[in-house]
């Protein structure tokens, strides 16, 4: 779970926030303060990214395979939780939005989803299924928008927006496109065969626009879901040692990180999102989330 920062702690308080915007309606209607509010985001920022904990909580969109060679309803497990050790599970609430994109084509997910129970090893919260209709070659980019849920640890709310990528046919067609989320990690390299020991460049974009110098962390899916069951099975990797996996992006809003191993990894850029605060006085991190495949070589 997220630490609390210390700043992020303190602009949390009301009067404090409405000093510092130098009155006391609201911090999202300081006119004439854009200065001072840009200095605050950074701080907070700042410090919400360098406390970040060893092993980060992902919203996680999963399916067993990435690239079906026939029309088929690929079921999707979107779970909330550390993916990395498995657990402990979060609650998701019912999403916003979930939708795919091929070829242009904008497909509602939102009738097929379920909810259900998923277990992790140390605990069991609520997760859906949700399924994409795969009818004809070419990409399927696939889309969560999560509503924003409260985490006490951090005292901010965090709103997740969630990308994975099918391919069918071995046509591709809107892996590189922009789907135009406020916060969004768009693939420069394709991302659903990914080889084992190759690198993987993405772009942050915070609407619309590259983010550059922004911290991108890094998980691997070590708790594979086990799509029947709905438990993870571990594939029996150890987390390195130092904490996360971090990479920066560059004057472009471009990282690049080598990928050693199989299995599915996970990109988080949080707090990538323009949302400062919400009508209430509490922060917001609009977090960027890829989740790509990686195959053996």
Same mark, same amino acid.
């Given at each position: ?110 009738? *097929?989803?379920?909810? !259900?129970?998923?277990? =992790?090893?140390?605990?069991? %919260?609520?997760?859906? $299924?949700?399924? @994409? ?100 099975? *571990?594939?029996?990797? !150890?987390?390195?040692? =130092?904490?996360?996996?971090? %990479?920066?992006?560059? $004057?472009?809003? @471009? ?43």
């Amino acid at each position: 779970m997220r630490n609390v920062p210390f700043y992020a702690s303190f602009v949390q308080d009301r009067a404090a926030r409405a000093a510092l915007c130098g009155w006391s309606v609201r911090a999202s209607t300081c006119r004439g303060r854009v200065a001072l509010k840009s200095i605050i985001r950074t701080l907070f920022l700042a410090t919400a990214l360098c406390a970040t904990p060893a092993m980060a909580h992902f919203q996680t969109l999963y399916t067993p395979d990435l690239t079906p060679d026939a029309p088929a309803d690929i079921r999707v497990k979107a779970i909330f939780w550390h993916p990395f050790i498995g657990g402990p599970n979060v609650d998701m609430p019912f999403p916003l939005e979930a939708y795919a994109i091929n070829r242009g084509e904008r497909i509602d997910l939102m009738p *097929s989803l379920s909810q !259900v129970t998923f277990a =992790g090893p140390d605990n069991q %919260a609520l997760a859906f $299924d949700l399924t @994409v209709p795969v009818r004809r070659a070419g990409d399927y980019v696939t889309v969560l928008v999560g509503e924003a849920y409260f985490d006490e640890a951090a005292q901010l709310l965090i709103q997740p927006y969630v990308k994975m990528i099918l391919n069918a046919g071995g046509l591709p067609s809107d892996w590189d496109v922009p789907v135009g989320l406020p916060a969004e990690i768009v693939p420069m390299t394709k991302p659903y065969n990914v080889m084992s020991g190759s690198t993987f460049s993405a772009r942050v974009l915070r609407d619309g626009e590259p983010l550059p110098g922004h911290q991108v962390e890094i998980v691997y899916l070590n708790a594979v879901p086990d799509m029947e069951a709905n438990r993870s099975v *571990s594939n029996g990797v !150890v987390p390195p040692d =130092g904490g996360v996996l971090v %990479a920066t992006t560059d $004057d472009n809003g @471009v990282f690049t990180v080598g990928l050693p191993r199989a299995g599915y990894w996970g990109f988080g850029a949080l707090a990538a999102g323009p949302a400062f605060v919400n009508e209430d006085h509490v922060h917001i991190s609009q977090d960027a989330i890829l989740w790509v495949e990686v195959v053996p070589f």
